[in-house]
């Protein structure tokens, strides 16, 4: 009897323990997509809730940091632009909080997974994750996810925010896929059993409204199909390999009848009143690959990565449209199709132990690969200018769960004929971050 009692009241403190840790802490991050289905991971955390075939995990991290930029007032994909009067910034980059369930069936193999993820910050709540997985129970080999998630493209787009290694993604990932994540569903290969000949291979195949979650809602009915087909590390020594090849075949409906499109090294304007209801493209391939390099301090590290494509956006940004694009009167405005193209390289160094990590970071974004330097003048705006990026720093792994990261952002774009890019922006941007993560 003693015994019963001594159990429920465990419970009981487990639970009110649970309550807690969802009201009281703000934090968490994503995890790489590769390892979401990989059970061994659900195992680490604060706090995990264990019975015979059910987890459930709470998961979280903050990142508090100071900034200083070289001018007042700097536009900025470092975390956002600076205010007019600003130059330095304390801020909440980061704050995440993740639940994780899964369930597993009698022979330790995932069956259902389940994930929410929110970010607090400063600037307020927003949902990041709110989606659910199920497993094929015959073959173990496929899982169908639904809800809001990231998106199956690339390897930067899907590495966490609180595994990477310079403050944020880059440039084109940002203004190509803003927040990462989109609404929709996805069919997955992944064999669940490693001794499988094809647990290597891991295979996307996804639909996504498009605009991702700084829409409201879808604004068309045409729908983003997005594909990955990655393998994921493999040794071949001494090295150790991983990489991808991602495709996303979608675009946005044409409200209006004008849409440019680059000839002959200027925009011609399309105004066929034909064009109303046609789809606009959004056409992305990509390429990436890691390499790891054994050494006796850790392993060294090279990233690159590759995307081109054909990009439909307004006259003023080359961001993905996420509403109708329009004046401030209403009226509808005209697209604008580029081609672009752009690329990533990182390398890392552990020095002296593991914990102790040097990087460098170079990155260049192209929104208008058909046009270039002083050929930008009239007709052009700061959506087809290229800006390049060298970043430098250092993370210290002071313990598991906090990070010291100092970095450095040399941005650079080309110099031009068109006001305010006649020369290099004074942009650089100087980052000093805490990561406290459990």
């Known amino acids: 009897m003693i015994f019963f009692f001594k159990k429920r009241a465990e419970r009981l403190v487990t639970i009110g323990f649970v309550f807690l840790l969802c009201f009281a802490q703000p934090s968490k991050a994503q995890l790489i997509m590769d390892n979401l289905t990989d059970t061994t991971l659900f195992q680490s955390g604060l706090f995990s809730f264990y019975e015979k075939f059910n987890r459930l995990r709470f998961s979280g991290y903050i990142q508090p940091q100071f900034q200083v930029a070289q001018s007042k007032g700097a536009p900025s994909f470092i975390g956002g632009d600076f205010p007019a009067a600003v130059n330095n910034r304390f801020s909440l980059r980061r704050g995440r909080l993740r639940l994780d369930y899964s369930h597993f069936n009698k022979e330790g193999l995932p069956s259902v997974f389940f994930v929410f993820q929110f970010d607090g910050t400063e600037r307020g709540f927003f949902t990041r994750d709110f989606w659910g997985r199920v497993y094929d129970p015959k073959w173990h080999l496929f899982n169908l996810t639904a809800g809001i998630f990231p998106r199956p493209f690339g390897f930067e787009i899907n590495l966490g925010s609180n595994d990477r290694e310079?403050?944020?993604?880059?440039?084109?990932?940002?203004?190509?896929?803003?927040?990462?994540?989109?609404?929709?569903?996805?069919?997955?290969?992944?064999?669940?059993?490693?001794?499988?000949?094809?647990?290597?291979?891991?295979?996307?195949?996804?639909?996504?409204?498009?605009?991702?979650?700084?829409?409201?809602?879808?604004?068309?009915?045409?729908?983003d199909v997005i594909g990955r087909v990655s393998i994921k590390q493999a040794k071949l020594s001494p090295f150790l390999i991983s990489g991808g090849a991602s495709i996303l075949y979608g675009g946005m409906e044409q409200f209006t009848n004008e849409v440019y499109r680059m000839e002959k090294g200027t925009f011609r304007l399309d105004d066929n009143p034909a064009n109303v209801?046609?789809?606009?493209?959004?056409?992305?391939?990509?390429?990436?690959?890691?390499?790891?390099?054994?050494?006796?301090?850790?392993?060294?590290?090279?990233?690159?990565?590759?995307?081109?494509?054909?990009?439909?956006?307004?006259?003023?940004?080359?961001?993905?449209?996420?509403?109708?694009?329009?004046?401030?009167?209403?009226?509808?405005?005209?697209l604008f199709v580029r081609p672009f193209n752009g690329a990533y390289f990182y390398f890392l160094q552990p020095i002296f132990t593991e914990r102790h990590q040097l990087g460098v970071k170079y990155d260049w974004y192209d929104p208008n690969t058909a046009v270039a330097g002083q050929s930008l003048g009239e007709g052009f705006t700061g959506a087809d200018v290229t800006f390049r990026t060298l970043g430098m720093g250092y993370n210290y792994y002071i313990n598991d769960n906090l990070r010291l990261m100092l970095w450095y952002d040399r941005v650079k774009n080309e110099e031009t004929r068109l006001p305010g890019y006649t020369q290099d922006l004074d942009d650089d941007v100087f980052t000093c971050r805490l990561q406290f993560r459990f």
């Open 277 to 334: 209801g046609k789809i606009a493209p959004r056409h992305y391939y990509g390429a990436d690959l890691q390499i790891q390099i054994p050494t006796r301090v850790g392993n060294t590290e090279l990233r690159a990565e590759y995307i081109t494509g054909t990009q439909t956006s307004t006259r003023t940004s080359s961001e993905s449209p996420y509403g109708i694009p329009s004046f401030n009167g209403g009226t509808l405005a005209p």
């Open 166 to 223: 310079s403050p944020e993604r880059g440039r084109m990932s940002q203004l190509l896929m803003r927040t990462e994540r989109d609404i929709g569903a996805m069919v997955s290969f992944q064999p669940q059993r490693k001794d499988h000949p094809l647990s290597k291979i891991k295979a996307d195949l996804g639909v996504f409204n498009g605009q991702g979650l700084n829409a409201s809602s879808d604004i068309d009915s045409h729908k």
